[in-house]
């Protein structure tokens, strides 16, 4: 198994690059739209929960929210965020699903899903979310549209300041649907170097899977504030259930 390969890979390379890993899109849309998904007071689970950006508001929306995060060194850092002690999180692969269930409620956010590597991964998790949702319980989605073309471009410059410059380099693979990036920054410190890998997936072929794992897409919007999503948009929540 390679580095890239690794679930927790992503976590432990990224996890020192932020001061605070509860920071990122304002997630007050999200909470509001997956609260409208489950009982109030209920338990939800979030696969790779992260610095609790997400769970942390639902929480305090009175949700027992579970987790999983592949990284022990972003729970390390979730347990020391205020609120962040209180949420029981498993340290494993987001794919296997190793929390106890049934849930009313299952989510994954911004793009995490296409953190695993591999189409029979991605797999794994529709069919083992579908094993912990109780009946018409729902599994969430967050997901970007690929653009295929943007991922072509090789080498892309990101800042170039006085005493740093910064760019990023790109594989990308067509057939596997798999980006593998490198972003390097060059300053008097030396050369840092971040790199990430993602397997996209169009929208057709997540319904696919959940079709194998036995649930059916039950709404699909352009945002979290229920925008119509269509040709142009770029980016989908997907709301799978359970019959």
């Known amino acids: 198994m390679t580095d890239f390969d690794d679930p927790a890979f992503f976590g432990d390379r990224w996890a020192s690059r932020y001061d605070d890993l509860s ?134 410059t990101d800042e170039v300041l006085e005493d740093s410059v910064g760019f990023t380099l790109t594989l990308h693979d067509r057939v596997a649907q798999r980006i593998r990036m490198q972003h390097v920054t060059v300053d008097t410190k030396g050369v840092q170097l971040l790199p990430t890998a993602h397997r996209y997936c169009w929208p057709a072929e997540l319904d696919l899977m959940a079709q194998l794992a036995g649930l059916h897409l039950r709404e699909r919007w352009a945002d979290w504030d229920r925008s119509p999503f269509g040709a142009t948009s770029e980016s989908h929540i997907s709301v799978y259930a359970k019959p």
């Open 23 to 156: 920071q990122g899109p304002d997630p007050t849309a999200a909470v509001e739209f997956l609260a409208g998904l489950a009982p109030p007071g209920s338990r939800v689970l979030e696969l790779a929960i992260g610095g609790g950006r997400v769970a942390l508001p639902l929480a305090r929306r009175g949700y027992a929210v579970e987790g999983v995060e592949a990284s022990q060194a972003v729970v390390d850092r979730l347990r020391a965020t205020p609120g962040g002690r209180d949420l029981p999180v498993l340290t494993a692969d987001l794919a296997d699903v190793p929390n106890t269930g049934p849930f009313p409620l299952v989510y994954v956010v911004w793009n995490s899903l296409f953190n695993l590597t591999s189409q029979a991964r991605q797999v794994d998790t529709f069919r083992n979310v579908a094993r912990v949702l109780e009946p018409d319980g729902a599994f969430v989605c967050e997901c970007y549209v690929p653009d295929p073309a943007a991922y072509d471009r090789q080498f892309q």
